[in-house]
């Protein structure tokens, strides 16, 4: 298919700046994936489409304060850094801004000098590969230094850092929040468990493929970023009891539903507890294997992930409800409103 085909107009008013005070105060729009019928809710109307017997599914993993700014040594010039991937012996994969002033050799200095960085190979599209020194836990030294890394296109800064996690973020290491959860309260998920809805935890950790557009012409053509996902064997048990009982397994997020293909994928549509990176790009004429619905935010015109949730549904369905959600003021991306699609 063709990238244009995924594009629809958003006024820039309708992308949210902050995040609302309380978590799950924020709209719904609940889309039948088969009829295309669509209805206006409130997010906490959740619980009236989750079935006692079904699966939740979210992604535990917890956004590093990825983003650092530091001086190049040589010249003092100002060099932004957010990192992406760990690679072996404490080298990350990063992307650097600018990147035309960071080439291999060169030394970038944090703070007061408590982190250090050294460029030792250049990659395509402002990605650099960094070594890093510093004393102590290299966790500790980037919550002292960094900052979250919010999307470009939220010009607002974030004054509680926490709004940018999860009330279930456990696991570091993404480059991004998996923003379909950030609606969920822990008040919320009781409620949600009282009614006899399982809960589960998987762990993707967002990178690259979160901040890099979408260049070529046809869908066929495009090539994800791999990251890096878990599924536990207490949670794949889990999930393979609710669906042999007749239960649906709900994803929260497009993070959670490529965990879960990746591996149903990969086990001949059985869930078991694996581990790896996956690049899995999910698009019209994709056949589901493992997950019923979905929960999931309002995403950028011609995005992978608009792509994603057009295969759960159709794409004339998805466009039909976004151009709703535009009509009827919905707020989009990361801080914005939320979508149940089943």
Known sequence: MRVEDFDFDLPEELIAQTPLQDRSSSRLMVLNKKTGAIKDQAFTNILDYLTPG????????????????????????????????PLENGAYETLAKPAKRVHVGNEIIFGNGELRAVCTEELEHGGRVFEFHYEGIFYEVLEKLGKMPLPPYIKEQLEDQDRYQTVYAKDMGSAAAPTAGLHFTEELLEKIKQKGISINFVTLHVGLGTFRPVDVADTSEHK???????????????LTRVKKQGGKIIAVGTTSIRTLETIATKHDGHLVADSGWTDIFI???????????????FHLP???????????????????????AVSEKYRFFSFGDAMLIY
Do not use: C, W
């Open 54 to 85: 079904d699966a939740l599914v979210l992604n535990d993993t917890r956004v590093l304060p990825a983003r650092l700014y530091g001086i190049k040594e040589e010249t003092g010039a100002r060099v932004e850094v957010l990192l992406l991937k």
């Open 224 to 238: 994800m970023h791999a990251e890096f996902y878990r599924l536990t064997e207490e949670v794949a048990e889990e």
């Open 302 to 324: 011609k995005s992978t992930l608009i792509m994603l949730v057009s295969a759960l549904s159709t794409r004339e369905n998805i466009l039909n409800a976004y151009k709703h």
């Open 283 to 297: 698009a019209p004429g994709y056949e589901f294997k493992a997950v019923d619905a979905l929960i999931t935010n």
